[in-house]
């Protein structure tokens, strides 16, 4: 990151959870933060410490027509944006069945087509400057999947296409994106008020009876640490060798190392077969990537 002014980050969600994290470090550096959150009053406590160096507005994400104010809210009053955060959303627990298209819609509306708009509204102004950062908060969830949070993952597996698409066209403009993907941190994430729940069909509770509960039960005892996790996005930003995707927890690690390794293998066990639907000898296919 560039430090020879103080760095101007717009993050999401930064009244709880990892976006608080963010925002805290960011400002005791020195550094100036535009939160948004649905209540604004969740950030007096920031501004009592950090008065002008914090602009707090008031947005729901899924209120997409209103990012592109947002940003030039942070241009009035900063001048300008270094690091565009998209941390705001929700978890939500349902099998297929039994979550509606309602609540479907919802987490793509938070987790893809919310960051979307931000960005949008962000690039032309670090085009210009030819710098910035795009960090895209994802989960160990948008790599894997698994019973019960398909919802949740159908947002972050969207976001995360989407974001590497991004990455390749904003590289020569001088703009990073870093994908993060979390594993369990010690936020409201699963707390009883804020992991969304479909009704439940009793058809499913032999399927996803433990995973319900295994959600519910994980509220204050995840092993990652928002503040650790924070610095090591920080440290992401700007290091010329950063990953386009960055894993963060030990359990995300073995998670996605496991998935890999299983999907990698699929592959190749089945290669002949996914060969034998081309047309018979004709060259390799020549593309622009």
């Known amino acids: 990151m560039n430090t020879a002014h103080h760095p101007t980050w717009i993050i999401t969600g930064a009244s709880s959870g990892l976006g608080l994290a963010l925002a805290e470090a960011a400002l005791s550096a020195g550094e100036r933060v535009v ?36 940003v030039q809210r942070a241009l009035e009053i900063f001048g300008r944006i270094d690091v565009l955060v998209n941390n705001a959303g929700a978890g939500q627990v349902g099998a297929a069945e039994e979550v509606t298209d309602a609540e479907l819609r919802d987490m793509l509306e938070q987790h893809l087509f919310g960051p979307a708009a931000y960005v949008r509204a ?82 499913y509770d032999d399927v996803i009876g433990a995973v319900r509960a295994n959600m519910a039960e994980a509220d204050g005892i995840q092993e990652g640490d928002p503040n650790r996790a924070a610095r090591a996005i920080r440290d992401m930003l700007g ?51």
């Open 122 to 203: 962000v690039l032309p102004h670090l085009r210009e400057n030819r710098a910035g950062a795009i960090v895209q908060m994802s989960s160990q969830g948008g790599r894997m999947s698994f019973p019960a949070v398909g919802s949740y993952s159908a947002g972050k597996f969207a976001l995360e296409g989407w974001s590497e698409a991004l990455a390749g066209e904003v590289r020569p403009f001088g703009i990073q994106v870093l994908i993060v993907e979390p594993s369990r941190f010690r936020t409201g994430f699963n707390a009883a008020d804020v992991l969304n729940t479909a009704e439940q069909n009793t058809t």
């Open 239 to 289: 290091h010329p060798d950063a990953p386009l995707r960055l894993p963060l927890g030990a359990e995300a690690v073995r998670n996605l190392t496991r998935v890999y390794q299983r999907d990698l293998d699929a592959v190749q066990k089945w290669a002949a077969v996914s060969e034998s639907a081309d047309f018979p000898g004709l060259p390799p296919a020549v593309r622009a990537f």
């Open 35 to 70: 939160g948004t959150g649905r209540r604004i009053e969740k950030f007096d406590d920031l501004k009592a410490r950090y008065g002008d160096q914090l602009l707090a507005l008031e947005h729901d994400v899924r209120d997409i027509s209103a990012a592109a104010g947002v």
